[in-house]
């Protein structure tokens, strides 16, 4: 028998790498929208695209943390009012839903990976926007709704971190990156592979709804993350230079620490995803990362001797 999924926010980074990962899956049906195919700020178009699938993965979102403190209101009419109509559609109509939120949700104060359990207090416009969405899937979804906390996700579809130190690379001697953000840099195809695995057992009636934490194993900082890029490239990391946070002013505070933990895996009989640095050996050895590692590679300017 066919499963039926719906993919929101299919064009992104990480929506692109989930159909892929669902597509290849045998039995799977599966529909993608992307933002101009399916707003979800709009109710109707909302309950009219959810209608007849039994699994929705949200990857829709307001994703400029930035924009998002100069437009709060804006940001979380997406964030928050779009995943309660999405939440809404799905109980209205039995779907569940995996819906895709971030470690923005925790103040960042921590020395200890943060439990799924632990109370949100969000520090910028984002995390408080994700933080509303979190809770309508919650309130509406008791059990069926499924929050998945993501953060520092770099793949093949989007801009993204470790793309763009491949890419300065070619341009510049040396990097300066902060080195005072801890946090789990996440493949987004390991998440997509994660994220279908939960809801197939969740359709299998062998994973609870509640919270799950889809980020690596391990911890690093961006500038431990640059360094491995480095390493892993076959270009010298000591090119690259740590630096505070201040060096960077940002609209928008960031959570210094954004360190997950896995618990709730078990309760569902999967593993977490694997160790920040592992995903990363794997990504680099992937399209379109290998282009980027030759082109490093071939024009890197190297530092003065």
Known sequence: MSTEWLVTGARGLLGQDVLAVLAAHPGAVVTGLGRDQLDITDPVAVRAAVTGHRVVVNCAAWTDVDGAERSEAAATVVNGTGVRHLAQACADSGALLLHVSTDYVFPGDSRRPYPEDAPMAPVNA?????????????????????????????????????????ELASRRE??????????????????????????RAALAGQAPAGTYHGTAAGRATWYGLARETFRLAGLDPERIRPVGSEKFPRPAARPAFGVLGHGNWARCGLAPLPRWDDQLTAALATPPFTALVAAARTNSARPSS
């Open 126 to 166: 984002y995390g408080r926007g994700k933080a509303a969405g979190e809770r309508a899937v919650a309130e509406l979804l008791p059990h069926t709704g499924y929050i998945v906390r993501t953060a520092w996700l770099y793949g093949a579809h989007g801009p993204n971190f470790v793309a763009r130190m491949l």
């Open 174 to 199: 040396t990097l300066d990156v902060v080195a005072d953000q801890h946090g789990q840099p996440t493949w987004s195809r390991a998440l997509a592979q994660q994220l279908a695995a939960l809801g």
